[in-house]
């Protein structure tokens, strides 16, 4: 079985749920199929939300009226028949209905909130699996609610979500479609909550986890994981091969394609993840797996470079750190009881650089380091930009091509041998657009 995932942009239209249906029934394999809410809904719902919470009930009841209009008019082209028109437009009434009966509960608080937020996927999931009814397509929707569930820290709870999952798929092996909804799961109090922005991806690598699929593909509208960020630097091409280890970085480090916990689950059952575009399905995308799988590109040296702002550069001091054990430790437990986590790291003998993307605890944090270091001013607006790729210690020359790339730019701190597979930099944002493209021209020959 395969767990394929479609986002916004592939539900955003009625055309284009009529290529998903395409898509997915191309071949007789069974499929789950994730969907996440149509483009621009979880946005609208979240605004709908902000007028609530402000007591702007009129506004609120105007963006409800503006989004149902839309709905509205994207049923009357996506179904084909008067009965499955009338379905969709139960479905729309039901959910809107819902949605306005949120709006009487005073105070609306963030539990409100979340349900409002769930509709999106709500609707899209029952939308396109009707129309799938109408065409006499074989399927069934399984409701997310019923076996994502997310555990007091908001991560999902794996043997839970197998159990359920096995148990409500088990009577119906007919079925060749199955659709669920993406990014909505329940928490311990058993309230409607959510993997958060961009949580389907997640949803969709959780099932495949779950099933042990031979496949978790999701269907973007771009073709695969790119070198380096298209909106930034001209001539950037799709990268066909990445490990498991390579995606996670990239993921994590600002390439926006892929939800960054997304491979977690892929790759704790080593189940392969394929990134592929919608509008243009032959092409090849982006492969992710274990090494073995990922085939002889996984070998090439440079593969993608990230980046990520709004990191915040920390500088610890201290002499007592001189030939001291236990420092870092104490050092890094005030990060751990301020639940924030350091992402970049740089010592040298008297001194730690660290940097964070959450500054929410920041005051308290270094009030605590302040008991027993010496603290420089905190660095704002800088930005990571991580590069990806093989860089096996046995290889000479590796550090040299990305430094003398960056010749001309301020780098604030480097980390370099966390693992084999990637360097980190730290520089002021202002950089960041110079230090793409000037990796771009020093690491990768274009490719035609
Ligand atoms: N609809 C949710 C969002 O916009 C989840 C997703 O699309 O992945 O964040
Ligand atoms: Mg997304």
Known sequence: MQVWK?????????????????????????KIVVLSALSGTTNALLSISESLKGNHDDEAAEKIEHLKAHYNSFIRDLYKTTTGLTKGQQIVEN??????????????TPKQEKELVAEGELLSTQMFQSYLEEQGESSLLLPALEFMRIDADGEPELDYIERKLREMLRPHNDKQ?????????????????????????????????????????????????HNND?????????????????????AYFGAKILHPSTITPARKYGVPVRL???????APGTLIADRTAAGAASDQVFKAVA??????????????????????????????????????????????????????????ITDELSAFCDLEEP?????????????????????AQVLSALRNIPIRMISYGGTEHNL?????????????????????????
Not at 6 to 30: C, N, Q, W, Y
């Open 6 to 30: 479609f986002g916004g942009t592939s539900v955003g239209k009625p055309e284009r749920m009529h290529s998903i249906r395409t898509l997915i029934t191309a071949d007789d394999s069974t």
């Open 95 to 108: 959910e809107f209905s819902y949605i306005r009966s949120l709006m009487r509960v005073k105070p609306f």
């Open 177 to 225: 479609i199955i659709v669920t909804q993406g990014f909505i799961a329940r928490n311990p109090r058993g309230e409607v909550d959510n993997l958060k922005r961009g949580g389907s991806d997640y949803t969709a690598s959780l099932i495949g986890g779950a099933i042990r699929a031979e496949e978790i593909q999701i269907w973007t509208d771009i073709d695969g994981m």
């Open 230 to 250: 298209p909106r930034i630097v001209k001539n950037t091409f799709p990268i066909r091969e990445l490990t498991f280890e390579e995606a996670a970085e990239l």
């Open 276 to 282: 592929k575009n919608t509008m243009d399905p032959a």
């Open 307 to 364: 980046a990520k702002d709004g990191i915040t550069a920390l500088y610890i001091h201290s002499l007592r750190m001189l030939n001291a054990y236990g420092f870092l430790r104490r050092i890094f437990e005030i990060f751990e009881k301020h639940k924030t986590p350091v992402d970049m790291l740089a010592t040298s003998e008297v001194s730690v650089s660290v940097t964070i993307d959450d500054t929410s605890k920041l005051k308290d």
């Open 379 to 399: 660095d704002y607006d800088q930005t990571i930009i991580c590069i990806v790729g093989n860089f096996s210690a046995d290889y000479a020359g590796i550090a």
């Open 424 to 448: 980190s930099l730290l520089l002021h944002s202002r950089y960041k657009a110079e230090a793409l493209n000037a990796l771009n021209d020093g690491l990768f020959r274009p490719q035609n």
